[in-house]
């Protein structure tokens, strides 16, 4: 064998226990690029060497090359019984949000009960299901395959989008079934009202309509939402009151998440989102009354697009009233025309009702509703524009440059220990910090309520991601130690190295032993137990993180957390056991090696 891919070998191979394992499946990749394709447990005392030593006779094999170097015996000393070397493979393992969000292939009965409908449409149905081990409650769309075609584009269309979002302003997917008939997507369940009806209950039952602090914060959770969509190049296309739903029912202190992103579009770049034309048919996409002017003429749209949609909810707000078609009779053609008529515009913007409202708050309207894109707001600037800042700072305008000010209502939920938590995590064994991130996907926000507001409070541009900048400067701005570690530590929590924490991770991360429960913990079992057999297998973790790469590195990821059971069962770990070492409380820093 040649000396640089022996050296390899005795590097990464590694022994557990008193006995090893003659796994000829695992597949152990060298930095030379040569892979280890069988091992074969010796017991041998080469000179030199301690006696009792633990030889492997090691089968390697090229990738560089097709031939096959000869088998070589290679010495590796046992180490203590019962301990691991971390193999390199999955120290900083790449995580990717497609993991926590996968087709279950068991049917969707047998794990879900419907309990009612919610609504439908023209999409399908809309579910009220339950966990059938669980009992927690998602809301479920069922979309009879026969509304898709058979190509199944505009499921998967809806599905990659919810892929690429991970905001804490945008309803989860959970995971998505699909059987003879129907494709299931199973969501987080909002339990408030959708927007639309709570502006229709507070016009019918205040006489001055919404205050305009209650604006600003729907406003600041609605741009947030779009500022998410459109750091990942998605357009919504469709924004109205009715996609925006409260996620509980005490709208005062609820998050408002968007919904529904069956219609948003995905650009490769964002300038070419900017100059896309509308293709024959697509000029009709969306709602009417919501359609920016560019869109109903037919001609150029983009991420403006949805600005002006959100003008239009904004006018509502303002006055009580639609700002197009405030006519229930009006046609579809007719509403077009009041958006493309400029002076019908300018008539509805003086409206005695906007007449009462704040200097800031039309201005903003205005700008909102810009009949050019390019000189409309975006949402960055509006989350900044000084009628959504005067209403979430202490001092009453906000003074501190281009940062957003925090919601001052949830300044208390501060977690000034996040950071703590953030190490001890790190320090966690990989299946554990796999587990954790499944939980924090799954878990209620109300559960979460304080992680969920720091993350907000890090977040400066709103964009659903946490960069190192942000992080130090919100730690420094509240008061918070910056230990030398921090960079270190923001580099293993981002498990996609992408150079910035999303909603999961950092939720993930900073979770309390006391919010992980053993409902949390059997869900989270569910979604890593793939084929359903009541057992975590290595193929199992495999599938459930492809970037494990081999059958291999899954089982070197059980075995550092249950060294001893898998030396003795081949079928992988058990519920009871995936529960144990999911409710484990995390050990303080000083006594974690």
């Not at 439908?120 to 395959?145: C, D, M, N």
């Not at 405030?326 to 509403?335: H, K, L, Q, R, V």
């Not at 008529?341 to 005695?352: F, H, K, Q, S, T």
């Not at 009702?353 to 309207?365: Q, S």
Request: include cysteine; hydrophobic fraction near 40%.
């Amino acid at each position: 064998m040649e000396p640089s891919v022996q050296q390899d070998v005795a590097k990464h191979l590694f022994y557990i226990g008193e006995s090893a394992r003659p796994l000829a499946y695992l597949e152990y990749r060298l930095p030379t690029g040569g892979r280890v394709l069988d091992i074969t447990h010796t017991f041998t005392a080469p000179a030199g060497r301690v006696a009792g030593s633990t030889g492997f006779v090691v089968h390697v094999t090229s990738s560089r090359k097709q031939d096959t170097f000869c088998q070589t015996e290679t010495t590796i000393d046992r180490p203590k019984p019962n301990t691991f070397t971390r193999h390199a493979s999955f120290i900083d393992l790449s995580v990717e949000r497609h993991s926590f969000i996968r087709r279950n292939t068991n049917p969707f009965y047998s794990r879900y009960a419907v309990l009612r409908e919610l609504g439908s449409g023209g999409f399908g149905t809309v579910l009220l299901a339950e966990h059938k081990r669980t009992g927690t409650k998602r809301a479920v769309k069922q979309i009879p395959k026969t509304h898709v075609g058979t190509d199944k584009l505009v499921f998967e269309h809806e599905i990659s989008t919810l892929l690429a979002l991970d905001h804490p302003h945008i309803v989860k997917l959970i995971e998505y079934f699909e059987n003879e008939v129907n494709y299931y997507l199973v969501f987080e369940l909002c339990a408030g009202p959708d927007l639309f009806d709570h502006i229709i209950n507070v016009v019918d039952t205040r006489e001055n309509g919404f205050q305009e602090e209650e604006i600003a914060i729907i406003m600041r959770h609605m741009l947030k939402a779009v500022v998410g969509c459109h750091h990942n190049n998605i357009i919504h296309k469709d924004i109205k009151p009715e996609n925006f739903m409260f996620r509980s029912k005490d709208t005062a202190s609820s998050t408002l998440k968007m919904i529904d992103l069956g219609l948003a579009e995905h650009g490769s770049e964002m300038a070419d989102l900017e100059r896309r034309k509308f293709e024959e048919g697509n000029a009709t996409a969306g709602t009417p009354a919501y359609m920016a002017p560019e869109v109903a003429a037919g001609g150029t749209y983009g991420t403006a697009s949805d600005m002006w949609s959100l003008g239009v909810i904004s006018y509502a707000l303002f006055t009580g009233e639609p700002l197009f078609g405030g006519d229930c009779a009006d046609s579809p053609a007719e509403i077009l025309d009041e958006i493309l008529d400029a002076g019908y515009l300018e008539c509805r913007l003086n409206n005695p009702a906007l007449l009462d409202r704040t200097l800031n708050a039309r201005n903003l309207l205005r700008r909102l509703l810009e009949r050019d894109p390019h000189k409309r707001i975006t949402p960055e600037e509006a989350l900044k524009h000084p009628f959504i800042r005067s209403f979430l700072s202490s001092a009453g305008e906000a003074s501190d440059g281009d940062k957003i000010c925090i919601d001052i209502r949830f300044a208390h939920l501060f977690d000034s220990h996040c950071v703590e938590r953030m190490e001890r995590f790190t320090r966690l064994p990989m299946l554990k910090r796999m587990a954790m991130m499944s939980a924090a996907h799954l878990i209620d926000d109300d559960s979460v309520s304080a992680q969920q507001h720091t993350f907000r409070m890090f977040d400066q541009n709103g964009d659903g991601y946490v960069s190192f900048a942000e992080l130090e400067d919100g730690l420094r701005r509240a008061g918070v130690a910056v230990s030398t570690d921090l960079r270190k530590v923001f580099k293993r929590v981002d498990s996609d190295n992408n150079d910035a924490l999303n909603y999961n991770e950092f939720m993930a991360a900073t979770l309390c032993d006391t919010e992980l429960s053993e409902n949390l913990a059997l869900q989270t079992f569910d979604m890593m137990d793939i084929d359903g057999d009541g057992f975590i297998s290595p193929k199992d973790l495999l599938n459930f993180e492809p970037n494990l790469g081999s059958e291999g590195h899954a089982l070197d990821v059980l075995m550092e957390a249950f060294p001893q059971k898998l030396l003795a069962s081949e079928r992988g770990v058990s519920a009871e056991e995936f529960v144990a070492l999911y409710l484990a409380r995390a050990p303080p820093l000083d006594i974690v090696n």
